[in-house]
């Protein structure tokens, strides 16, 4: 099956200081890439969908220049959390689609994770 | 409303059995696909299982099985010879508008934490 990378796979910073998260498709074109963010003992919920070479899609109540999102190419997105605080503390996850239409069912791939503590 | 819900939080099975995990969903498209997760203490999401909404017949992958009723909109996992090894979350989701030419997000139920008694 497809392989979905992400970068770092934990990571500890300080209140305020910014992270960024890389995700990226090994194996696969992924024309569009989704990130999701999940609290302990939650679901997964959607924060935004970024299509390659265009601006993300932001889910309602997603803070927009809290959570940067970018997808320079069709491997690559990232996600950098600026001026994270305790609060932001989550498992951050990362989706890649091939979009392709025609194939009915076209599966998401999904990344291990990153797990974020904000001291 | 929910889209998708899972109304078994939690459910422990005897090794070797079959384990049903239930999953109803909500939605007035005609094209829509319908997807289960397995989601182990590491936290990686594996896919499992698909069921598109104009397939005839019910999805397998092996040991698992999608029990898809469209009329009653559920689409339950059939775990069958249940092993140690698939304790872990399951997480329902669902897909819809299959038709549009972008890819369309996937919404996910609550999550059923399967755990697997030796």
């Known amino acids: 099956g497809a392989v979905v990378s992400q970068h770092p796979s934990r990571v500890i910073c300080k209140s305020g200081t910014s992270v960024k998260i890389e995700c990226r498709s090994l194996d696969f074109q992924a024309t569009t890439m989704f990130w999701y963010r999940q609290f302990p003992k939650q679901s997964l919920m959607l924060m935004a969908t970024?299509?390659?070479?265009?601006?993300?899609?932001?889910e309602q109540g997603v803070e927009k220049d809290k959570f940067l999102i970018n997808h320079a190419s069709l491997t690559l997105s990232t996600l950098t959390v600026t001026s994270a605080h305790p609060e932001d503390s989550s498992f951050y996850i990362c989706?890649?689609?091939?979009?392709?239409?025609?194939?009915?069912?076209?599966?998401?791939?999904f990344g291990p994770g990153t797990r974020l503590t904000v001291l | 409303a929910q889209k998708i819900t899972q109304t078994q939080p939690g459910m422990f099975v005897q090794e070797k059995e079959a384990v049903t995990l239930d999953c109803t969903y909500d939605t007035s498209d005609p094209s829509y696909g319908l997807f289960w997760y397995k989601q182990p203490s590491s936290g990686e999401m594996i896919f499992l299982i698909y069921?598109?909404?104009?397939?005839?017949q019910n999805a397998t992958e092996g040991r698992y099985s999608l029990n898809f009723q469209k009329a009653r909109k559920s689409a339950n996992l059939v775990i069958s010879a249940s092993q140690l090894g698939d304790s872990a979350m399951y997480f329902c989701a669902m897909r819809e508008g299959l038709l549009d030419s972008s890819a369309s997000k996937i919404i996910f139920g609550s999550g059923t934490r399967l755990s697997i008694r030796p």
């Open positions: 989706s890649a689609s091939a979009g392709r239409r025609w194939l009915v069912g076209d599966t998401q791939y």
């Open positions: 970024s299509n390659e070479g265009s601006k993300a899609t932001y």
């Open positions: 069921q598109g909404s104009y397939d005839q």
